[in-house]
């Protein structure tokens, strides 16, 4: 049977042509998905900061979940500080260092921050240079002295001796530059001054705890050291890291990084496994199309049908397999490119790699033969299973009635994509702006089965309203549309798939964006926003100054953090990580948060804002179980609802119950003036004097940047455009690349078919103009059928979407994408098939008959 699918695969290798080109393009999608998911399990940060230390001990960086992936948690977690100590005196520790990073940045001469790597983490104490790769013999700074690491000092112009104005933890100061470090570019204070600004820059005693401790041990000791340590610091729930475990450990938003990807990638997989799914089964079934004659001849010799059915899939096998080699490699090609997408949008630490395994391969070959064998034997059920004698008569025709099942299933399908497309107007979130793409994808699948039925009925209508004076090929091509409603159907709910897809999945992204950025809009009552990233936040003395500025009625901090909390669907509580935007009560005076119930004015202690989605499980006086970013486990009481989700998330935590566990500096601070240009000038000259600190105009704008929460695509001040709307963007335009792969193939393969067609054609007269003119008018016919379809089925979910984010039936988005949709899918559809066409017509007609059979 292999053998003899073989040599059928080599007779018919133009049939088989598209499927080799739909599953090369699957095993691509399929392997760079699995790479994504495999490295957010194996792959490794590699140390940097740490490259010295042997063992690192650190807080868990993660909330395991039983049955699920753990969660990573983003923010630092402390370490007792009194452990340094303890360690330092086992058997084979050479030194212990308790490691603390704060924000630090050095001022140059002219009055500007010296710009070196991340701000929010460059300081760090002297002690810490013990960590370093090479080792640095050099004496450590005194009190009032840095140690410059040798690019911040390149960068400076400082030189041993100088003084340099340095703003550490929010507190500016200037001290004696007693030494450079090579290799690095951070700034190292004395180990007394460096737990002090860790813990805010409070004068009083240092802070009990430290980021994390790392041990230097004699040669060959490592082993042993780490489990003597793992046995020690085990009923604390800490974490002992050796060898690569290193680099994960010293950075926590690189390690949540790396947990994102198996969570993107299982996002990818479902939209990614429709899409494939519809073109692998479209190819195959227009491949054993155009192998009738061949499967009816072997059923009159004597075949069975499930040797016929056995014959078509092994035959699609054959030809999968040998086209899954270069798909297989071309998708770790396509992993690192997307890998290179999430790091430039700050998703992914740029210092993550990628694992490359045979895993991701082998999958995703496993997974399209299982794809393969039972849509290759449905799409040659009906051949085989009629008697041999109808089998080889109907080769050349078309079954006239579509299956009276596939037409119900169809329509099922899309009665049912109704249903899911009222998502948006149950939940206003960007979980629930998913049921639009979703429905609209359901719905095409649905009108791949129905699209015969349709098709035909087109051409019966159109056969009968067609004028007598319209053209021969007019006449030939709606005769053609209904007598070969399969193989135009199969083209039709191809181009109306690619319709559906654009038009809803880049809708969504830009509605919800849209919907987020009026939500803040609407919510700011602020004229200005301060920043300074280059400082690594905005200090609080900052913030209290701006207060006494002329003009100035009201200023609050706003900044974002993340939080694990419970989320129930389906009756089943899983704890999920999200954004949450840290307020004080004096955020009332800058932001209108439309509260439903509640007061902003209670938002101090342990207290949380919902929105109002989630006011239905936590109402006001309710309490609400959170873990913190640092992994802390706190019960918060609700003390507000507010109707700004899109803009602000879902939770929103008092400042006094982030204090401590989250960045040491605000992000922003909103400032509400009285609107004078007095006032507007006065903010200018306060923000001029001192370094780093940036105002900002147009304070709804400015705010995204850091209220605004991550998940809804709020991140995206400034006209930015926020990581994920990239994601899917990204996702968009490669998916949209692989139906229109599908697209040429079916309508390139469909075309090839009709040899015997033209053939005849030409032989009973006709020119080779008219025959051309007839293939162009099937292709207007297909391609207007095509988007009349997707338009309808994308109507109603656009619409929901549109009521449910903007209160209005439109989504929101360039008006071009429709008509340049509209556009690519006629250019497609006419390309498809001349191409084909002139080169079949370039044959003699007695050869093509000869070829055809």
């Not at 004015?601 to 873990?627: E, F, K, M, Q, Y």
């Not at 500096?665 to 780093?692: H, I, M, N, Y």
């Amino acid at each position: 049977m292999l053998h003899l699918a073989a040599r059928m695969a080599r007779h018919r290798a133009a049939a088989l042509l598209a499927v080799a080109c739909a599953v090369l393009g699957a095993a691509a999608f399929l392997t760079a998905i699995g790479v994504l998911a495999e490295s957010g399990l194996r792959s490794h940060v590699a140390p940097q900061r740490l490259a010295g230390a042997d063992v690192v001990v650190t807080a868990r960086q993660s909330l395991p979940q039983p049955g699920d992936l753990a969660v990573a948690l983003p923010e630092r977690a402390p370490v007792p500080a009194s452990l340094v100590a303890e360690l330092a005196g086992l058997p084979g520790v050479v030194a212990a260092v308790g490691d603390v990073s704060f924000p630090a940045a050095v001022i140059g001469a002219d009055g500007e921050v010296v710009e070196a790597g991340d701000a929010a983490s460059a300081g760090h104490g002297w002690s810490s240079t013990a960590l370093l790769g090479s080792a640095v013999t050099s004496a450590g700074p005194a009190v009032g002295q840095v140690a410059l690491g040798s690019g911040l000092a390149a960068a400076a112009g400082a030189q041993v001796g100088d003084r340099v104005q340095v703003i550490a933890a929010g507190t500016p100061g200037t001290y004696e530059v007693a030494t450079i470090v090579p290799g690095v570019s951070g700034v190292y204070f004395d180990d007394a001054t460096a737990l002090r600004l860790a813990d805010g820059g409070q004068a009083a005693a240092p802070t009990a705890t430290v980021d994390l401790v790392a041990l230097r041990v004699g040669p060959g000791a490592v082993d042993e050291v780490a489990d003597t340590v793992r046995d020690l610091v085990q009923d604390a729930g800490l974490i002992v890291s050796t060898g690569d475990a290193r680099g994960d450990v010293e950075s926590p938003q690189a390690t949540a990084g790396r947990g994102l990807l198996p969570a993107i990638a299982g996002s990818l997989s479902g939209v990614t496994l429709l899409v494939v799914g519809f073109i692998v089964a479209g190819a195959l079934a227009v491949s054993i199309s155009a192998q009738r004659r061949d499967l009816a001849l072997l059923r009159a010799v004597g075949a069975t049908p499930r040797q016929v059915r056995s014959l078509a899939a092994w035959q699609a096998t054959v030809v999968s397999v040998a086209a899954m080699i270069p798909g297989v490699a071309l998708g770790y090609l396509l992993a690192e490119r997307l890998r290179h997408v999430l790091a430039s949008s700050g998703m992914l630490s740029p210092d993550l790699p990628l694992t490359f395994g045979p895993l991701p391969g082998v999958a995703a070959a496993v997974l399209l033969v299982l794809v393969v064998q039972p849509a290759a034997r449905a799409a040659a059920r009906r051949v085989s299973r009629l008697p041999a004698t109808e089998a080889v008569a109907e080769s050349r025709t078309e079954p006239r009635t579509p299956s009276r099942a596939r037409a119900l299933t169809g329509g099922a399908l899309i009665v049912g994509s109704l249903g899911i497309a009222v998502t948006p107007l149950l939940a206003r979130t960007p979980e629930g702006a998913i049921g639009a793409s979703l429905a609209g994808i359901v719905a095409a699948i649905g009108l791949a089965l129905v699209g015969p039925l349709l098709v035909g009925g087109v051409g019966r209508w159109l056969a009968r309203r067609l004028p007598a004076r319209a053209s021969a090929s007019t006449w030939l091509a709606v005769a053609h549309t209904h007598g070969h409603s399969l193989r135009v159907g199969a083209a039709v709910s191809t181009l109306a798939l690619v319709v559906v897809f654009t038009l809803t999945y880049a809708f969504t992204q830009t509605t919800v964006l849209a919907a987020a950025a009026g939500d803040l809009r609407a919510a700011t009552t602020a004229q200005a926003t301060l920043s300074a990233p280059a400082l690594g936040g905005v200090s609080d003395e900052v913030a209290a100054a701006v207060r006494d500025v002329p003009g100035v009625e009201a200023v609050a901090p706003l900044s974002t953090t993340t939080v694990v909390a419970p989320l129930t669907m389906f009756g089943e509580t899983t704890m999920e990580s999200a954004p949450a935007a840290i307020l004080t009560p004096a955020s009332a005076g800058v932001l209108d948060l439309d509260l439903r119930d509640g007061d902003l004015a209670d938002l101090t202690g342990d207290t949380v804002a919902v929105d109002a989605g989630s006011a239905r499980a936590h109402p006001v006086g309710s309490t609400l179980d959170l873990v913190l970013g640092d992994g802390t486990p706190v019960r918060a009481e609700v003390v507000a609802v507010h109707g700004r989700g899109l803009a602000f998330g879902s939770i929103i935590l008092a400042g006094d119950l982030a204090a401590g566990h989250s960045a040491h500096l605000a992000q922003s601070v909103l400032v509400r003036t009285d609107g004078t240009a007095a006032a507007s000038e006065a903010l200018a000259g306060f923000a001029a004097e001192r370094p780093g600190v940036v105002l900002l105009d147009g304070s709804a704008d400015a705010s995204a940047g850091a209220g605004a929460s991550a998940e809804a695509g709020g991140a995206g001040g400034l006209g930015a455009v926020p990581p994920e709307l990239w994601i899917n963007l990204v996702v968009l335009a490669v998916l949209l690349g692989y139906l229109l792969l599908g697209v040429v193939n079916t309508l390139f393969a469909g075309t090839l078919e009709r040899r015997h067609e033209i053939a005849a054609l030409l032989l009973a007269g006709a020119t080779t103009r008219q025959v051309r003119s007839m293939t162009r008018r099937e292709a207007a016919l297909a391609s207007g059928v095509a988007l009349a379809a997707g338009g309808l089925l994308s109507v109603v979910p656009l619409a929901m979407l549109g009521i449910g984010f903007l209160d209005r039936p439109l989504p929101a988005g360039p008006w071009w994408l429709a008509p340049g949709v509209a556009a690519l899918v006629v250019v497609l559809a006419f390309a498809a098939v001349e191409l084909p066409t002139r080169r079949t017509l370039r044959t003699p007609p007695a050869r093509m008959l000869a070829e055809a059979l």
